[in-house]
């Protein structure tokens, strides 16, 4: 039996159709960037996730890069995250010329540690902006980070990549601190058909600010305000997550039933894995975990990897090598072993296939596998 980690084909088969429809539309209109697709999905992209602003980007990427742009994040200033996380989290931050501080994670959610984000910021009191990951769609401990955030008077700025429509005590995923942003790259939950993104954000006049960065700093054309860039997303993305954006609850219903499926049928078997922990689970919410990936750790983790593989089944590491020992950020200058709980995630995580597609058939079938192999 194949098992593929995610296969995107059968989710576009039901919505083919109407997918098509749409993107024949924006053809046949020829106006092929931002336009009213476009303000069409900024609008219900911030109703879903409950912020006041959104603008739609070219990637998740360039939404981190045009917000910190806006908020004047440049050389010298000091943005705290985590060093395990997808590069971009990071790389938006170097690339502006300030530096990335990273703080270690917590070994149960893998997003960052707050006794650790508490002693950084304490040796770090001129932070400029602590960057919390949602990471695999589940939030960070954002009632501990928003209060440290406001603690030093410094934005808490969510990377909710991974994590649209992910639901915390405090508010939609994105949309709890004083900004964040999504990616619709198409492994995301939310998939444009090539690359797209989105920054929401609570204060209007920094709204304003990134809509002008998104299009070479410009509010009148031709006249430069700010130095911008070409941040700006195509119609035929927005146009493809508008259709899809009305499916969302119910693809992670689907994921967080598979999930639920794995954990019954994992625990049956006694095996030495560990299990991914849902940490919000009693505070009544829906989608409190979305399982963009369902990650779990093992031991022997390449071997296990190895043994799927020639089973059929995909598996992925996300990530195998943390940010601080990653070689174009050697001269942050950090050391292996400095960041322990990263590094031992990078040597034990393992993301198996969850996509709401995704059979009871297949599922059982990889249970068996990963039992097979730890017997
Ligand atoms: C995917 C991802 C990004 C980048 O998004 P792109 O749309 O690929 O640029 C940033 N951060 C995290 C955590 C991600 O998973």
Redesign the pocket.
Known sequence: MQVPLLDLKLQYAPLKAQLLREIEAVADSQALLLGPQTEKLEKAVADYCGAGHAIGAS??????LMLLMALGIGPGDKVLTTPY?????ASCVARLGATPVFVDIDPVTFNISVPALETTLARTPDAKGIIP?H?YGQCADMEAIVALGKKYGIPVLE?A??ALGARHPLGGAGAIGEAG?F???P??NLGAFG???MVVCRDEKLAVKIRALRNHGMEVRYYHKWIGGNFRIDAIQSAVLNVKLPHLDTWSAGRRARADFYRTALSRHALPITLPTEVYADAGLPNHHIY?QFIVRAPKRDELRAHLTKAGIGSEIYYPLPLHMQECFAYLGYEEGEFPEAERAARESLALPIFPELTEEQQTYVVEQIAAFYR
């Not at 990637?59 to 981190?64: I, Y």
């Not at 996380?85 to 989290?89: E, I, K, L, P, V």
């Open positions: 990637s998740g990427t360039d939404a981190q996380t997808f590069f971009a989290t990951v990471l990377d990549a991974q942003w990616s619709f790259y492994t995301k690359d797209a993104g963009n």
